[in-house]
């Protein structure tokens, strides 16, 4: 049988980061879960309906993860964005998923460019680099995948802890309320402790597993807080295209307070914990994003994967 779209992604991830690896997920593979509650403001209930945005406390369960399907790739290269995924455990569920990453905007804005694109990034065996003439030849015919590049690289600086970054929706949704009124975001978290990346001196000094034994010391410390805050759509801004970043001075409206308060019990590769961004609520409605829609399609090539080799 012919592969579909969705396994060619997920085979086209596993050509960069050398996977299939065992009952791993295919990208985001290195993960830490916790626990703890989101508390939305009054102002997001004002915009949604969705019942975790009505203001009353709701369990979470959340993943910090590193963007390689490779569980061992080191904590300290610069090639990988962070991943910050919060499942909303809303009482009478069901729960609602939020799966955000460090990355200020998306390489590709299809499912075909994405695996145009990662075909490209595959490194050859012999030089460990991916065929330069190839990825340039793809980069010449996709110049939003250039320019989105320039701005997705800085945020591959290693930074000194999950709780020290910010991490995107990147797709657009759009709030609805209890009148019907529509209003379309992009969301973002927040970190309470700034956002920091390590400085060039520290980074080979940091070592291949430094990030997970943070969290740990900090949970220990002290909670770990980001804001939930939506940047408010302005008329001509793209609904669709998750390579083009919105103007800078759009409205901000903060949503509500994350607070990370322990690690959760680990996860059993046997009952993997599912986090897609289109496990939405009444009161948020996902936009056309092509990008966005093939995401819950990989993501299950991937979860049948990660259960069929537990
Ligand atoms: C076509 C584009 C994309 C493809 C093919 C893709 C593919 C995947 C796959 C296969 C997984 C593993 C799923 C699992 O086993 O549970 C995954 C996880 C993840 N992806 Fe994507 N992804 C894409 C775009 C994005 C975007 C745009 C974001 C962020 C805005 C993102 C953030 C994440 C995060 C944070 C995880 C880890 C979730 C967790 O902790 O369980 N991905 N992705």
């Not at 295919?26 to 993960?31: D, I, P, S």
């Not at 793809?138 to 910010?166: G, K, M, N, R, W």
């Not at 990030?211 to 939930?228: G, K, N, S, T, V």
Request: glycine share 6%.
């Amino acid at each position: 049988m012919m592969a579909t779209l969705y396994e060619e992604l997920v085979a086209a991830i596993d050509g960069v980061s050398g996977g299939p690896y065992d009952g791993r997920r295919a990208a985001h593979a290195k993960g830490i879960l916790c626990e703890g509650s989101f508390t939305a403001t009054p102002r997001a209930a004002e915009l949604s309906r969705a019942k975790h945005l009505s203001g009353d406390p709701v369990p979470v369960t959340v993943r910090f993860s590193n963007g390689s399907g490779n569980p061992d790739l080191p904590d300290n290269v610069r090639t990988e964005g962070r991943g910050l995924a919060v499942k909303f455990e809303v009482p009478d569920g069901p729960a609602v998923d939020s799966v955000t990453i460090t990355l200020p905007v998306f390489f590709v804005r299809t499912p075909e460019d994405f695996l145009e694109f990662t075909r490209a990034r595959k490194p050859d065996p012999e030089t460990g680099q991916p065929d330069m003439e190839k990825l340039e030849a793809v980069l010449a015919d996709h110049p939003e995948t250039a320019a989105a590049l320039q701005l997705i690289l800085p945020s591959f600086v290693p930074p000194v802890s999950y709780a020290t970054c910010a991490y995107n929706s990147l797709h657009a949704f759009c709030l609805v309320n209890a009148d019907e009124e529509a209003t379309w975001v992009r969301l973002r978290w927040q970190p309470e402790a700034d956002e920091h990346l390590l400085a060039e001196e520290e980074i080979e000094g940091a070592g291949a597993d430094y990030l997970q034994p943070e969290l740990r010391e900090r949970l220990d410390r002290e909670p770990i807080r980001f804001a939930l805050v939506a940047t408010i759509r302005g008329d001509d801004d793209t609904l669709e295209d998750p390579t083009v970043a919105w103007p800078e001075d759009r409205e901000r409206v903060e949503l509500g307070t994350l607070e990370i308060t322990g690690l959760a019990e680990p996860e059993d590769p046997a009952q993997p914990i599912v986090f897609d961004p289109n496990n939405l609520a009444d009161g948020i409605v996902p936009s056309d994003d092509r990008i966005l829609h093939a995401r819950s399609h990989a993501y299950s090539v991937s979860i049948e994967r990660r259960m069929a080799t537990a």
